[in-house]
């Protein structure tokens, strides 16, 4: 029996087999693809369709893609986002050529090559006290234009009924907010030099975050089913902190972001985290994490698959998995399709595993490549 795309992606979630596993590709900056291989995507399937960015936003340098190409990606998922106020995005659109590029919280990116921009505006780097943290001019998460597109959006993709509707507001979450405002290695210093300043710097940050995504979920009402958060806590080979510190310090942060958005809709929780991050695997099972992203199989312990399913498989669904290190941007389409095959027979022979690039596709891959993965999907991804 063929399923609808959003069946599909409910019976994966649920632990239960689909008929093929569901393909999370396009929707968001975690399981999207640069502008660079769109481009190139568009031009390889003789799409037209305009270079249109995540966010309407250039800097992130993320691809919205168009409706033809999603289609042909085999993608089971469609997004809903929020975006940055009317003014800042007005303000950004008519700065002056290559100049900072600021967003609503004061924080912001430098090009640091013609076209490419990398996160170095941090307006609170210099700041160790509670004090700073009260004179900071906060943004302000009501501003209507922040979300007055979403309801139509939802409701329109609800009324359509057929892809798994995965609702994404760009918040970057408490630690990786706390990076943007300080930079990264500045905060994690002051977790350990300031922590009284480092937590009430995180919990304000949850306080402003919570503004924003009770508007969102308010105006999604029920036409969501996924709703993306995530915090990157892990390096190839470690995590940022210890399991004890991410316990003592942002694990509550985490438990209670999580728990008001589960008290205010139905919709399953997507935690997106880079890097090693299995010893806190049973932290997110607990905090009632559904699904786990994005399986950076290069990055210690994850690449054993086998004791991810073993141990989690039917406690959370994975997503993700298909490596953008090196398999993505260097393998041979060949290489690429036995890969997909090998993840899909370890992850997905009873459900719990949803087929996605490890994190966005990147500048590096190869149109062809992006083809081989979802195709090796609809080839051996079937039962």
Same mark, same amino acid.
């Given at each position: ?94 700065? &002056? %050529?290559? +100049? ?5 919280? $004061?924080?912001? !990116?430098?090009?640091?090559? =013609?076209?490419?921009? @990398? *996160? ?30 979403? &309801? %139509?959006? +939802? ?5 359509? $009924?057929?892809? !798994?509707?995965?609702?994404? =507001?760009?918040?970057? @979450? *408490? ?43 308010? !105006? ?164």
């Amino acid at each position: 029996m063929t399923l609808t795309p959003r069946e599909r992606v409910l019976m994966a979630i649920a632990n239960e087999k689909p008929d093929r596993a569901p393909i999370v590709l396009g929707v968001s900056n975690a399981t999207g693809i640069k502008m660079k291989p769109y481009r190139e995507l568009k031009h390889l399937l003789g799409i037209e369709a305009p270079d249109n960015y995540l966010y309407d936003w250039p800097e992130l340098g993320t691809a919205a893609i168009d409706e033809a190409t999603m289609l042909r990606l085999h993608s089971d998922v469609r997004g809903v986002l929020d975006l940055e106020p009317a003014s800042v995005l007005e303000r950004n659109r008519s700065r &002056a %050529d290559h +100049a900072d590029y600021i967003d609503s919280w $004061g924080s912001g !990116a430098k090009e640091i090559k =013609p076209g490419e921009w @990398f *996160p170095m505006v941090h307006p609170l780097a210099a700041a160790t006290t509670v004090e700073e943290l009260d004179a900071h001019p906060w943004p302000d998460m009501n501003d209507p234009t922040r979300v007055a597109h979403v &309801a %139509d959006q +939802a409701q329109k993709l609800a009324d359509d $009924g057929r892809f !798994a509707i995965i609702a994404t =507001p760009w918040l970057l @979450f *408490p630690l990786e907010r706390a990076f943007a405002m300080q930079g990264m290695d500045t905060f994690l210093m002051n977790m350990a030099l300031y922590p009284e300043f480092a937590e009430a710097l995180l919990w304000k940050l949850q306080g402003v975050c919570k503004e924003l995504m009770g508007t969102f979920l308010k !105006a999604l009402g029920p036409n969501v089913d996924i709703i993306k958060i995530g915090d990157d806590l892990g390096t190839q080979q470690s995590l940022l902190m210890s399991p004890d510190m991410y316990r003592r310090v942002l694990k509550p942060i985490h438990a209670d972001w999580i728990e008001f958005i589960k008290a205010r809709t139905d919709a399953k929780v997507f935690f997106h985290t880079d890097g090693d991050v299995f010893p806190l695997i049973d932290d997110f099972v607990e905090m009632g994490i559904d699904i786990l992203n994005p399986i950076q199989t290069s990055a210690g312990k994850m690449a054993n698959l086998e004791e991810l399913r073993d141990r989690y498989g039917t406690k959370i669904t994975f997503c993700g998995a298909i490596d953008t290190q090196k398999i993505l941007p260097h393998g041979k389409p060949d290489e690429i399709r036995a890969e997909v095959r090998r993840v899909i027979d370890i992850l997905g022979p009873a459900g719990g595993y949803m087929v996605s690039s490890v994190h966005t596709v990147m500048n590096d891959v190869p149109a062809e490549n992006i083809l081989a993965m979802v195709d090796a999907v609809e080839e051996y991804g079937r039962t």
